[in-house]
Every structure is written in C-alpha cells, then in structure tokens.
C-alpha cells in the first residue's frame, strides 16, 4: 500500500514542479488573453483573413524584451512600485499607484462583464448583473485561498483548458497550412484600418501589469538567477501567442463580417464542426475573462502598499484588501455602464483594453527602461533594443488613444 502511494506521488510531484517552473508564466498568459483580446483577434481573422498572423511572433518579440527588463529586477527583488517611489517621491506614488491601480480595473470591468454574460449563456440564470456579481464573488474566492501556489495552480489549469478548446475548434476545422504558413510572411500596407490593427494585435500581447507582479515575486519563487524568470516568461508568451494565432485561424476560416456578440465567433462553426462547438467557444471566453479579470488586478494588490512604503507578499492582508476593493469597484462600474450607455459586453471587452493601456502601457515601459540603467548596465545593444522597445509601446498607445477617443464617442 505504501509503494502504491509512492508511485502515486510521483507525477503528482512532477506536475507540482512544472507549475511552480512555469504557473507565473501561465499567469501572465491568463492575464494578457481576457476578453479584449478574444474580439480583437478574431476580428483580426475577419477582417484580414490570414494576412496579420506574422505580427505575432514580432509581439513575441517585442513581449520579451520587455519581459527581460522586468526580469532582471525580479532576479534583483527590486519591485518597480518601489523604483517608480524612489524617483518621483513617497508623496506623488500614492496618488500615481492609485490611478494606476483605478485604470487598470477597467480592464476587469469588461472581462468580469463578459464572464458574467458566459455564465448567463450556459446556465439558467437570466440576468446578466447577478452573472457579473457572482463571477466576482469567485474572483474574490480565488484570492481567498491566499496561497500563491495555490492560485497558481487553478490558473494554470484554466489557461491549459482554454488552450485545449480552441485547438479543438482549429483542428476540426483543418486550415490549410499553406495558408496559414503564408500569414506569416510580412507584409506591409498603407490602409490605416491594417496599420491599427497591427498596433492592437501587439497591444494584446505586452501587458504592462505583468511587470508590476513578476518584479515583485521573488518571495514566493525564491529565484535569484534571471534565466528562471526567463524560461517562465518565454513559455508564458509563446503559450499566448499560439493560442492567439488559432483564434485568429478560426475567425479568418469561419466568421463572416458583421457585428461581433458573444457567440459571433462561434456561430458559422456549428454548421462546419457540430453543435457543441458554440458551448466549448463561450465556456473557453467565460474561463478566460475570469482569469484575466482577477490576475490582472494581482498587479495592484502589490503596486498600492507598495506606494505606501509597505512590505507585501502575495495573498497577505494589504494585497487581499486592495484586490478585493477593485474587483467590488469592478462590479460597481460594469452594472451602470450596461445599464445606462450602449455599451454591451463585448464592446466593452473590445474598448477597455485600451482605456487600460493607453496610460499605463508607455509609463511602465518607460520605467522599466530607466530602472535598468540604474541597477545594472546594460551593453549598448541591449539598451538600443529596449528602447526600441519602449519605443514600440509609445507608438502603441499614441495609434490606441487616438481610436479610443472616436469609440467612446460614438456610443456615449
């Protein structure tokens, strides 16, 4: 009996180890792939077929560079709250940290607002409010276990099931592979509409409040040496991007123009692969909103005490109290805006991703940058290709801010 158990333990082990290699990484991949993202990409599909696929690898790219800034400051344990404190004083980080903070639930507005709208889709519930408070009640459960590993393992196992699902859609609808092998050969166009959307295609894959959390987990990982962050961020990133690339397959295959709702993208594909596809799609959207709504806040719940000068590790009570307050926030804000404006969910998973990163998205960037040629010095090709970097993200956020503006006034 003894010797099955320990047979037993054996893969349990192995299975323990390669979420605590890798969960932070599946984290960062939860958070970046939330409800803006799945529109935007299948979007992406509709409108250019195949055509912006090879924009992914270059987000990849693009994604770990920024990553490696944040690495080297994660293996250094200096949080960039605790950078950005420094340099603009204990006086002004309070006020920044909490419009930061007041920023980026925007982004768990709509991802808790499309959660809630899933779960009204798959059970009996028929008021998409009490969906939207009950899938913040499991957020805030989620905090509740405290435990980072923990967390970290139900996140990891979300992330892999809402991969999983789209592979299944991609592989019974079996794309050529000429054509999508083709998709990933550059090409450059002057039509604004391409050149835009190749902005929020890389805007879907940097996210800046996985910087705010990698640099402040060394408590929980215990890693000094930058290459651990390093492979848990790469495959955290390739992960997404993969992921990205079947949606953007699946739409460009099946999704005719029109208006996109909450099983636009799933609709075309009953006909093609059977009915149960449109509940795999809108349980995969659900999963995904959920876990980028509440991993995305984690950010904050280190960011805030730490403006205060407050030493804080995940799940402990300044992180739970501050977590806790946005996902309320969240709620407060989703429920009016629905209410009262024509926004639905899926405009507003659509909109808020750049409510949330046209501000924070170049600050953190640019702060990163500044950290790193003051803790460490970096050779001049590695500055010049942060900077480009940089660089790219400032671009980002000035084609963002500019459709940002046109959106919101046209459903006001």
């Known amino acids: 009996m003894e010797e099955h158990s320990t047979v037993v333990d054996v893969p349990v082990e192995k299975a323990k180890q390669t979420i605590h290699q890798y969960g932070l990484g599946l984290l960062f991949a939860a958070n970046i792939f939330g409800a803006g993202s799945v529109y935007i990409l299948t979007q992406a599909g509709v409108s250019f077929g195949f055509g912006l696929l090879w924009v992914l690898p270059l987000a990849l790219g693009v994604g770990l560079t920024m990553h490696e800034m944040s690495a080297r400051l994660a293996a250094k344990d200096e949080p960039l709250m605790d950078y950005i404190r420094d340099v603009i004083g204990p006086t002004a980080a309070k006020p920044f940290a909490l419009g930061i903070a007041f920023i980026m639930q925007f982004w768990s507005v709509a991802n808790?607002?499309?959660?809630?709208?899933?779960?009204?889709?798959?059970?009996?519930?028929?008021?998409?409010?009490?969906?939207?408070?009950?899938?913040?009640?499991?957020?805030?459960?989620?905090?509740?276990?405290r435990v980072y590993s923990r967390i970290e393992g139900v996140i990891a196992t979300l992330v892999l099931a809402i991969f999983a699902s789209y592979l299944v859609i991609v592989a019974n609808l079996q794309p050529s592979l000429g054509g999508v092998a083709m998709g990933f050969v550059p090409t450059i166009s002057g039509d604004l509409n391409y050149l835009t959307m190749i902005i929020a295609l890389m805007g879907t894959t940097v996210y800046y409040p996985n910087f705010f959390i990698q640099t402040s987990m060394q408590h929980e990982k215990d890693w000094t040496n930058v290459s651990r962050y390093r492979k848990d961020h790469t495959v955290g990133l390739a992960a997404v991007v993969a992921l990205s690339a079947t949606v953007v397959i699946a739409a460009?295959?099946?999704?005719?123009?029109?208006?996109?709702?909450?099983?636009?993208?799933?609709?075309?594909?009953?006909?093609?692969?059977?009915?149960?596809?449109?509940?795999?799609?809108?349980?995969?959207?659900?999963?995904?909103?959920?876990?980028?709504?509440?991993?995305?806040?984690?950010?904050?719940?280190?960011?805030?005490?730490?403006?205060?000068?407050?030493?804080?590790?995940?799940?402990?009570?300044?992180?739970?109290?501050?977590?806790?307050?946005?996902?309320?926030?969240?709620?407060?804000?989703?429920?009016?805006?629905?209410?009262?404006?024509?926004?639905?969910?899926?405009?507003?998973?659509?909109?808020?991703?750049?409510?949330?990163?046209?501000?924070?998205?170049?600050?953190?960037?640019?702060?990163?940058?500044?950290?790193?040629?003051?803790?460490?010095?970096?050779?001049?090709?590695?500055?010049?290709?942060?900077?480009?970097?940089?660089?790219?993200?400032?671009?980002?956020?000035?084609?963002?801010?500019?459709?940002?503006?046109?959106?919101?006034?046209?459903?006001?």
Do not use: C
């Open 112 to 145: 808790y607002a499309l959660a809630g709208a899933a779960l009204v889709f798959l059970t009996p519930l028929s008021n998409v409010y009490v969906g939207i408070i009950l899938m913040a009640a499991l957020g805030i459960s989620l905090v509740e276990l």
């Open 252 to 412: 460009a295959m099946a999704v005719p123009d029109g208006t996109l709702t909450l099983t636009a993208p799933a609709e075309p594909l009953i006909d093609m692969i059977g009915p149960w596809v449109l509940g795999v799609f809108v349980l995969a959207v659900g999963a995904a909103s959920f876990t980028s709504a509440t991993g995305t806040l984690f950010a904050a719940g280190f960011m805030v005490p730490q403006s205060y000068e407050l030493t804080t590790h995940f799940g402990d009570l300044h992180f739970r109290r501050t977590v806790h307050f946005l996902i309320a926030l969240s709620v407060a804000l989703a429920i009016p805006i629905l209410a009262f404006t024509e926004f639905t969910p899926v405009r507003l998973a659509l909109l808020m991703p750049a409510v949330n990163g046209v501000v924070g998205l170049p600050i953190t960037a640019l702060a990163l940058f500044a950290a790193i040629k003051r803790y460490f010095e970096p050779s001049r090709l590695e500055q010049a290709i942060f900077f480009a970097a940089v660089v790219a993200m400032f671009l980002t956020s000035l084609v963002t801010a500019e459709s940002l503006v046109r959106s919101i006034a046209g459903l006001l």
